[in-house]
T-cell receptor, first 110, second 114 residues
Framework: DAKTTQPPSMDCAEGRAANLPCNHSTISGNEYVYWYRQIHSQGPQYIIHGLKNNETNEMASLIITEDRKSSTLILPHATLRDTAVYYC???????????FGTGTRLTIIP | SQTIHQWPATLVQPVGSPLSLECTVE??????LYWYRQAAGRGLQLLFYSVGIGQISSEVPQNLSASRPQDRQFILSSKKLLLSDSGFYLC?????????????FGPGTRLTVT
């Protein structure tokens, strides 16, 4: 699976959009981009995934660049409950052995 | 809807004692099942995964073992715990063959080996 690079930490003001970047320059054509988050002392929570088209669900939007070498997770109106570690993972569909890196620690500031 | 249960929520065990952690999934059939461990301040490490009853794949060598006696039951065991086995143990499930809904995690068991 391709390696991902994320900033170790970010802050965002409550009510603003949180934009979390992820680089995956070695992604191959059949690999999906997954985003999970882990709130302190809880198990990870699936957020969203995509292959090459932008995706949106009730939690977030995922923007994948045309060359698929990077992506951005957008939380449109961040709340204090969005404070968590966010993981960007690239994985081949069918190979569901996810490799979690160190992620981005997002802190929402009141 | 699907739910995943793990117990116990917390556990304190002495070095050398046995371990048994249980995970069950409801509301789905033939799921893929996973055991992860997260040491304090570290990332998640995949320990075992299973695609069916009796089928276990180990990702890292260690003194832990896993078993899947029933379709929706996954057990993590050890005969003799080490101090290094302390951590947050997470069970997860996914639906095989279903395009990318990812894995769904249980609440976890926090194990302290003393």
């Amino acid at each position: 699976d391709a390696k991902t690079t994320q900033p170790p930490s970010m802050d965002c003001a409550e009510g603003r959009a949180a934009n979390l970047p992820c680089n995956h320059s070695t992604i191959s054509g059949n690999e999906y981009v997954y985003w999970y988050r882990q709130i302190h002392s809880q198990g990870p929570q699936y957020i969203i995934h995509g292959l090459k088209n932008n995706e949106t669900n009730e939690m977030a939007s995922l923007i994948i660049t045309e060359d698929r070498k990077s992506s951005t997770l957008i939380l449109p109106h961040a709340t204090l409950r969005d404070t968590a570690v966010y993981y960007c993972i690239v994985s081949n569909f069918g190979n569901e052995k996810l490799t979690f890196g160190t992620g981005t620690r997002l802190t929402i500031i009141p | 809807s699907q739910t995943i249960h793990q117990w116990p929520a917390t556990l304190v065990q002495p070095v050398g004692s046995p371990l048994s952690l249980e995970c069950t999934v409801e509301g789905t059939s033939n799921p893929n099942l996973y055991w992860y461990r997260q040491a304090a301040g570290r990332g998640l490490q995949l320990l075992f995964y299973s695609v069916g009853i009796g089928q276990i794949s180990s990702e890292v060598p260690q003194n832990l073992s896993a078993s899947r006696p029933q379709d929706r039951q996954f057990i993590l065991s050890s005969k003799k715990l080490l101090l290094s086995d302390s951590g947050f143990y997470l069970c997860a499930w996914s639906q095989p063959g279903r395009q990318g809904n990812g894995q769904y995690f249980g609440p976890g068991t926090r194990l302290t080996v003393t």
